[in-house]
């Protein structure tokens, strides 16, 4: 369905990204991958993913904090793949603190990271999507960018502005071929939620196996945590012809947390 359409997934050597960069090769769309991680591993991850589903992949490393750096990867995408078809922002970290308690600089990188970077891609992406008159934005926002939860202030925040320029940058391109969407993961188990996993088993001296049990009972009803196969299943349909009239939503998956 993606055959010649490329994608960049920012956040991709990792968790819900590389799960969502796989579902979008495995419809044959060449993928720019980034993110952090050991320079070895992500050559070898990149071009696995390459031979196992026929496609091309390039790595760019731009650290997504950083709006000159964002240029320079948006700038690599159309030298060697002709532009961005499919813009999935998804880089993202997690800081857990009280308002009063919360560091400065953690506050600055989170809505950095979760919430800036997202309008630098996506204000590189557009012209060239527009002059194709295709293209599709998938913001990776969260069911914190629905409802809140205590000692995520800064994460919230971001979540629900990503939710908000989601909803703009729909309606601004809605005469064109161009959609933007935004998918609200519930718990997925990657090292983001894992960290958070292993804090609560340290702090409440429990098994990790019970901290995740608990994690899941007090805001998932489901039970289950959320796959990135999962994930990236929702990011294929967005792709499709058949999700042309979707605009501007902010689509949960979240094993029924915010229906509560
Ligand atoms: P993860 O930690 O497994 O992956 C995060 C990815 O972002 C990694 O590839 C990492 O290298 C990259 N990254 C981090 N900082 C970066 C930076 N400055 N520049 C470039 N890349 C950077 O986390 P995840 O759980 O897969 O999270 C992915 C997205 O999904 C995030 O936006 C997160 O908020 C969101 N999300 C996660 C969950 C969950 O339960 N895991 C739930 C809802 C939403």
């Given at each position: 369905?993606?055959?010649?359409?490329?994608?960049?997934?920012?956040?991709?050597?990792?968790?819900?990204?590389?799960?969502?960069?796989?579902?979008?090769?495995?419809?044959?769309?060449?993928?720019?991958?980034?993110?952090?991680?050991?320079?070895?591993?992500?050559?070898?991850?990149?071009?696995?993913?390459?031979?196992e589903f026929g496609i091309k992949t390039a790595y760019h490393n731009a650290d997504m904090s950083k709006p000159a750096e964002i240029e320079a990867m948006m700038k690599f995408a159309d030298e060697r793949f002709g532009g961005v078809d499919v813009l999935v922002n998804n880089a993202g970290i997690q800081h857990v603190a009280n308002v009063e308690d919360f560091p400065v600089d953690r506050w600055d990188a989170i809505i950095a990271i979760n919430l800036s970077s997202a309008f630098h891609t996506t204000r590189l992406a557009l012209p060239g999507m527009k002059k194709k008159n295709w293209g599709r934005v998938i913001n990776i926002a969260s069911v914190h960018g629905l409802v809140g939860s205590a000692g995520k202030s800064a994460y919230v925040a971001a979540k629900h502005g990503i939710v908000g320029f989601t909803k703009v940058t729909a309606l601004e391109n809605a005469h064109s071929g161009v959609t933007c969407n935004a998918i609200c993961p519930g718990w997925v188990l990657t090292p983001l939620v894992q960290k958070q996993v292993d804090d609560r088993a340290a702090r409440e001296g429990t098994s990790v196996e019970q901290a995740k049990k608990a994690l899941l009972s007090e805001k998932?009803?489901?039970?289950?945590?959320?796959?990135?196969e999962e994930l990236g299943a929702l990011a294929v349909f967005f792709c499709s012809p058949a999700a042309d009239q979707v605009r501007g939503v902010a689509w949960n998956m979240d094993g029924g947390w915010a229906a509560q």
């Open positions: 369905m993606l055959n010649g359409k490329t994608a960049l997934v920012t956040g991709s050597t990792s968790g819900i990204g590389l799960g969502i960069a796989r579902s979008l090769a495995a419809q044959g769309a060449n993928i720019l991958f980034n993110g952090f991680g050991d320079a070895g591993q992500i050559e070898a991850l990149h071009n696995g993913v390459a031979q998932q009803p489901s039970g289950e945590f959320v796959t990135p």
